[in-house]
């Protein structure tokens, strides 16, 4: 699992499996490659696209959630997964009063199913 961190100035991200336009000016669209995103203003409500990996993020909560000194810190979580194929992108996105971070978990490795 490795995380990449990106400080990009426009609301712009392509998926570099896909090739999907994930974020725009227009707003935000899901890779079939994607498996969760984050929102760090509001962490506690990620979007998942993989039941592992939701799976994973509620154990992980649920595990954590009492801890005194307990936050929704995304990265603590990435940490904790051993997933050599996955790739965390972590987005710094637009500029100064209107920037947020998003983070957007990618497997690298993902192939289209044959139809």
């Not at 990009?8 to 995103?37: H, M």
């Not at 940490?79 to 690298?108: N, Y």
């Amino acid at each position: 699992m490795q995380i990449v961190e990106l400080d990009i100035n426009e609301f712009n991200f392509y998926c570099p499996v896909t090739g999907t336009r994930i974020l725009s000016g227009d707003g935000y669209k899901p890779s079939p490659a994607q498996l969760g995103w984050w929102l760090d203003e509001t962490a506690n409500k990620p979007e998942f696209y993989n039941d592992s990996v939701k799976q994973l993020w509620e154990t992980w909560v649920d595990k954590h959630q009492d801890d005194e000194d307990f936050s929704w810190d995304v990265t603590e979580f990435l940490a904790t997964l051993d997933q050599p194929k996955w790739v965390a992108f972590r987005l710094e996105c637009g500029q100064a009063i209107m920037s947020e971070t998003s983070t957007l978990l990618i497997d690298m490795y993902y192939e289209k199913s044959p139809a």
